[in-house]
């Protein structure tokens, strides 16, 4: 049962409505053989109403050895999972009588091995393959897996760690320090961090392994094992131009380091924000930085979603729709106006997806989700957030005069919500008074034209069409379109050069328009890639839209190499969508299953749930 009367946010047990956490200490233990963290958290906690004589966290899969008030142990219980929000952990505290009261409580506990915020891997699955590797994905409700806490966005926390470690250590924090185990034994070190900028629970984070960086910019470092630092230092090295314009269009950047952390190939997606230091998935080494746009967004972050934060997974396109938003500004302003417009119809292309995918009536295509009942927010992962979001604050920068109205507006939304967790209608609330105060009484009657209604609560594609601007898409267009009709005519025209002058962005929005159609007939699949080698590309993002081509039609020449790629890195964004088309196709369905099952220790945790819903070995939603 959920014990918490909490409202705003529905995917938490703890009772934030009584008590809120301002700082976490963590002291842990990092072990290997034993594949845990263990030791202890201190939380600072400060009561919100009088009379309060509990403690409730969420806890997810933890082993839970004792809680201490000062010298007093603490009796404390652990409930039953509750749906997907993990276990309530209550902790009977002397009452406290006054509002406003801190306290502190330290709690002995220990991760598990179900746990699904933190993936330990064998040598043999790292790139060196001579050390094990760890490393923590918490959002969005996988926090209460790694540490017993208020696990909602709604609470923001300093934090400061102390990690005893035989492997170098890497966190969402800046590094204060290094010593030398007391105990002196062989090669342990405790690593001290600190995090002063207050931040939600789910941006706590850690990477342990054989780790090296290199500078790659003023307040930037790029880690990652020994063997691909140069590559990553390479494909990296634009970072300050993006986090520059950044604090160009916002507010000076507020984390002081920039750093990346490049991770193993079982990372399951493409990048996430962990401020000071992103983690980013090993396929965005394209080796022709075609990929740094995933940069521009994690970067993006941290004003949206870092600084000003969704107070609920409901609210979640505030994180995502302003930062995709915020990085196409700056992708806008370092590469041109025409490359900002093709990526936001390549979003559009990924939305439409999407709802089709869901249906369009689907709850699941709404800009503000319901979340109730203990609903999974992974299960709402889509690029809903990402894009519907995007084209709501596109729409309302085009209705209220461009971006010399709107990018100041932009500053003024940062500066306000800083440091704070808000939800959709306090986002509209200040929208209308800021524009009220700085235009006046014209400006809300124009915002009073947009279907705030509409955008936020209802399924399906967005009610205003964008028109984005086509001048970089149109000749990709007109290739798919000839190869769509060369299936009635005997066109021979093609050759290699049709595609010698596209971006890989480009060939990728030519096989996004080809999955469009009808699926191809396979001697125009087997020219095409005598013609364009698709099949050898090693840009992850085109081998995926190819593998769709292929996989949609049935093409069985192309399963080896879908099995190849959904079996050498576990990024959700290519598994996916691969594992759901080869379980459809001729002849597929037993072999996505099979390669699913012999695979299945590669994959992250949070990958291997989901995957197993997309092929049908669990039941979805
Ligand atoms: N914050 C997300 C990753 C995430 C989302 C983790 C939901 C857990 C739950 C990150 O910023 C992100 O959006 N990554 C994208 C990058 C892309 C949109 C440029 C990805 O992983 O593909
Ligand atoms: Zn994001």
């Known amino acids: 049962m959920c014990v918490s009367s909490a409202t705003i946010d529905l995917s938490t047990q703890a009772n934030i409505d009584e008590i809120k956490t301002t700082h976490v200490h963590l002291n842990w233990n990092v072990d290997f053989e034993n594949q845990n963290l263990h030791g202890n958290v201190v939380l600072d906690l400060q009561t919100l109403v009088d009379n309060v004589d509990k403690v409730v966290l969420d806890t997810s899969y933890l082993d839970i050895k004792a809680v201490h008030f000062g010298d007093q142990v603490l009796k404390h219980q652990v409930a039953e999972r509750y749906a997907s929000l993990g276990s309530a952990l209550t ?36 790139l060196g393959g001579k050390h094990p590797y760890l490393f923590s994905q918490s959002e969005p409700i996988h926090g209460r897996a790694m540490i017993p806490c208020q696990d909602s966005p709604s609470v923001k926390v300093t934090y400061s760690a102390s990690v005893r470690s035989h492997l170098p250590v890497v966190m969402s924090a800046l590094q204060t320090g290094v010593d030398e185990d007391a105990d002196k034994e062989v090669g342990f070190k405790t690593y001290h961090f600190s995090q002063k900028t207050s931040i939600p629970s789910y941006l706590i984070a850690i990477a342990v392994g054989n780790l090296v960086g290199q500078e790659i910019g003023p307040r930037s470092t790029v880690w990652c094992e020994p063997e691909m630092i ?60 075609s990929a740094v746009n995933v940069i521009a967004h994690e970067i993006s972050h941290s004003w949206m979603g870092n600084l000003v934060t969704t107070n609920a997974w409901k609210h979640y396109w505030l994180n995502e729709g302003w930062t995709v938003f915020i990085e196409r500004k700056i992708l806008g302003r370092l590469y041109g106006e025409a490359t900002r417009q093709f990526e936001a119809l390549s979003g559009l292309k990924s939305l439409q997806e999407s709802v089709d995918l869901f249906g369009k009536d689907s709850l699941k295509t709404v800009l503000n989700p319901d979340l109730r009942n203990g609903a999974d927010p992974d299960d709402f992962f889509s690029k809903v957030p990402y894009e519907k979001g995007f084209n709501f604050l596109y729409h309302i920068e085009k209705v209220v005069g461009g971006p010399s109205i709107f990018e100041p507006y932009m500053k003024a939304y940062v500066q306000r919500f800083a440091s704070t967790s808000i939800s959709t209608e306090d986002w509209k609330a200040f929208l209308f008074e800021y524009m009220e105060k700085t235009h006046g009484a014209e400006m809300v009657k124009k915002l009073n034209t947009i279907d705030f209604d509409t955008w936020i609560n209802k399924p399906g594609m967005p009610p205003v069409d964008p028109e984005f601007d086509t001048s970089l898409a149109d000749a990709c267009y007109d290739l798919a379109k000839r190869w769509d009709e060369a299936r009635h005519s005997d066109d021979l025209s093609f050759s290699a050069k049709d595609i010698e002058n596209f971006s890989a962005g480009q060939k990728i929005v030519f096989l996004e328009k080809l999955t469009d159609s009808e699926p191809l007939p396979h001697h125009l699949v087997q020219k095409m890639d005598e013609l364009y080698n698709f099949t050898s590309n090693h840009n992850a993002d085109l081998r995926l839209r190819w593998q769709q081509v292929c996989l949609m039609t049935s093409y069985e020449p192309i399963y080896p190499e879908v099995v190849k790629f959904i079996t050498e890195q576990g990024r959700m964004k290519f598994v996916r969508p691969l594992y759901r088309l080869l379980h459809q196709a001729k002849n597929g369905a037993q072999l996505a299953v099979d390669t699913y099952l012999e695979h299945k220790s590669f994959y992250h945790p949070i990958a291997a749930q989901l995957i197993e819903k997309d092929i049908g070995l669990v039941k979805s939603l």
């Open 91 to 126: 902790i009977q505290v002397p009452t406290v009588e006054k509002a406003g009261t801190n306290f502190q409580i330290k709690i002995d506990y220990a991760t598990t091995e179900n746990c699904t915020a933190v993936q330990f891997l064998k040598p043999e699955q790292t």
């Open 230 to 289: 140069e590559q990553a230092a390479w494909e990296f090295s634009d970072t300050e131009s993006f986090v520059a314009t950044g604090e160009d269009l916002l507010t000076p950047y507020e984390w002081g380091r920039y750093d990346l952390l490049v991770l193993p190939p079982s990372f399951p997606y493409g990048g996430m924000e962990n401020p000071c230091l992103t983690f980013v998935t090993p396929t965005l080494l394209a080796g022709d930085k």
